[in-house]
């Protein structure tokens, strides 16, 4: 399986940009890099996913370096709101169904 | 349209008790899976399924059973509670069935004591 490192906490000041770094060095070429959040104790939220090319949807923006070794999350305008744990994963292929392996994430504190 | 939805709430059971975690989705996926958290750890997968009729092990199988009744529905069954079953359970769903491009919808979790 491979393994995601994430750093264990970032701060952002609120409205500036908060950029995630991931490092998943042992990727393979068909598994996809998800991110997802978990805000207090919810479920967590589906934020974006990608292969190899640069993704943006209306929450953020995924960065996936050339050589697939890391990724970066972007909030382009942070607030309060997105204070929450940070989990990035890289999907395993099993079977049909492809689980998702979670480590312990970047807790991320948004501050005014 | 309320996703997944997962009940109930909250228990507490006592040592030795046994009880059924349900959980139901809206979106026609084929996959659900359970997944527990405890304090401080990220999430660890217990059971999944592919798609109805099928069940497989996770990470965390042990003391736990699962029943894929339909596409909607994928319970959980503790048959005789232990407090290291202490968790939140959280149930998913994905559309996928042979494709890693479909990301897991969350519902908003149990939080199970066991004394």
């Known amino acids: 399986d491979a393994k995601t490192t994430q750093p264990p906490s970032m701060d952002c000041a609120e409205g500036r940009a908060a950029n995630l770094p991931c490092n998943h060095s042992t990727i393979s070429g068909n598994e996809y890099v998800y991110w997802y959040r978990q805000i207090h104790s919810q479920g967590p939220q589906y934020i974006i996913h990608?292969?190899?090319n640069n993704e943006t949807n209306e929450m953020a923006s995924l960065i996936i370096t050339e050589d697939r070794k890391s990724s970066t999350l972007i909030l382009p305008h942070a607030t309060l709101r997105d204070t929450a744990v940070y989990y990035c994963?890289?999907?395993?292929?099993?079977?049909?169904?492809?689980?998702?392996?979670f480590g312990t994430g970047t807790r991320l504190q948004v501050t005014l | 349209n309320a996703g997944v939805t997962q009940t109930p709430k909250f228990q507490v059971l006592k040592t030795g008790q046994s009880m059924t975690l349900q959980c139901a989705q809206d979106m026609n996926h084929n996959s659900m899976y359970w997944y527990r958290q405890d304090p401080g750890m990220g999430l660890r997968l217990i059971y999944y399924s592919a798609s109805e009729g099928t069940t497989d092990k996770g990470e965390v199988p042990n003391g736990y059973n699962v029943s894929r009744l339909n596409k909607r529905e994928f319970s959980l069954r503790l048959e005789s509670a232990a407090p290291s079953q202490t968790s939140v359970y959280f149930c998913?769903?994905?559309?996928?069935?042979?494709?890693?491009?479909?990301?897991?919808?969350f519902g908003n979790g149990t939080r199970l004591t066991v004394t």
């Open positions: 998913a769903s994905s559309a996928d069935r042979a494709t890693y491009n479909s990301p897991l919808h």
């Open positions: 990608g292969l190899k």
């Open positions: 994963i890289v999907r395993v292929p099993t079977g049909t169904a492809s689980k998702l392996t």
